[in-house]
Antibody, heavy 121, light 107 residues
C-alpha cells in the first residue's frame, strides 16, 4: 500500500526549532517529489515547497523561503520539514504529498494525514 | 504568483442535483497543470482531477472537469451524500504552486 506517514503532533514555544517527518512506503521514493502544504486553523491550503528525493533539489514558495527548509534521507525514504525558529503564526496542520517526477500532468495524488504544530508561549 | 479565485464560496444543493464549481486564474494556465481536490472535515485533501479533466484513480465518473486559459470548472453530475465537502482547485504549472480559497458544498 502506498502511504505517507507523518510524525505526530507537537507543541513548541516561540523561538524553538522543529523538524517534522514524512515517511514514504509502498513506492519508489526517488520517483516522486515530496511537497509540503500548510493549513492554518479553519483556513485553506498553502504550498510551502517541494523536494526531489533523487537529488535533494528543492523549491520554495517565496512567502516561506528562509523560514522553513525541506530535506530528505533516502536511506529511510523520509522527507523532513524544518524550522530553526518557530513563531506563534506557524501553528497549523502540515501535510506532505507526493507528485511524480515524470508524468508531468499528474498532481499530488497521495497525502499524509498531517502533523499538527502548535506554537505557544 | 498565479492567484486562483473560486466561486461560489458556498454552494447549497441537495442529493441528486448537479453541482458546478468554478475556478478562475489571474493569468492563463496550461490546463495540464490544474487540479481539483476534495477535503472533508478532519481529513487530508483527496485528489479528484488532474490536468483539468483527468480523474484520479478511484474517483467516480460523476466527477468531471474542464476549461482552459483562465476559466476552469468541476462538475458533479448528481450529488451523493458523501460529496458534501470542501473543494479546492490548484495550479501546479508555475512556482509557487497555488490553491484557490475553496468552495464549500453543503446540503
Amino acid at each position: 500500500e502506498v502511504q505517507l506517514v507523518q510524525s505526530g503532533a507537537v507543541m513548541k514555544k516561540p523561538g524553538e526549532s522543529l523538524m517534522i517527518s514524512c515517511k514514504a512506503s509502498g513506492y519508489k521514493f526517488t520517483s516522486y517529489y515530496i511537497n509540503w502544504v500548510r493549513q492554518m486553523p479553519g483556513k485553506g491550503l498553502e504550498w510551502l515547497g517541494a523536494i526531489a528525493p533523487f537529488d535533494s533539489s528543492n523549491t520554495y514558495n517565496p512567502s516561506f523561503r528562509g523560514h522553513v527548509s525541506v530535506s530528505v534521507d533516502r536511506s529511510v525514504s523520509t522527507a523532513f520539514l524544518q524550522w530553526r525558529s518557530l513563531k506563534v503564526s506557524d501553528s497549523a496542520l502540515y501535510y506532505c504529498a507526493r507528485r511524480p517526477v515524470s508524468g508531468a500532468r499528474m498532481a499530488m495524488d497521495v497525502w499524509g494525514k498531517g502533523t499538527t504544530v502548535s506554537v505557544s508561549s | 504568483e498565479v492567484v486562483l479565485t473560486q466561486s461560489p464560496g458556498t454552494l447549497s444543493l441537495s442529493p441528486g442535483e448537479r453541482a458546478t464549481l468554478s475556478c478562475r486564474a489571474s493569468q492563463p494556465l496550461n490546463s495540464d497543470f490544474l487540479a481539483w481536490y476534495q477535503q472533508k472535515p478532519g481529513q487530508a485533501p483527496r485528489l479528484l482531477l488532474f490536468g483539468a479533466s483527468f480523474r484520479a484513480i478511484g474517483v467516480p465518473d460523476r466527477f468531471s472537469g474542464g476549461g482552459s486559459g483562465t476559466e476552469f470548472s468541476l462538475t458533479i453530475s448528481w450529488l451523493e451524500p458523501e460529496d458534501f465537502a470542501l473543494y479546492y482547485c490548484q495550479q501546479y504549472g508555475d512556482s509557487p504552486f497555488t490553491f484557490g480559497p475553496g468552495t464549500k458544498l453543503e446540503i
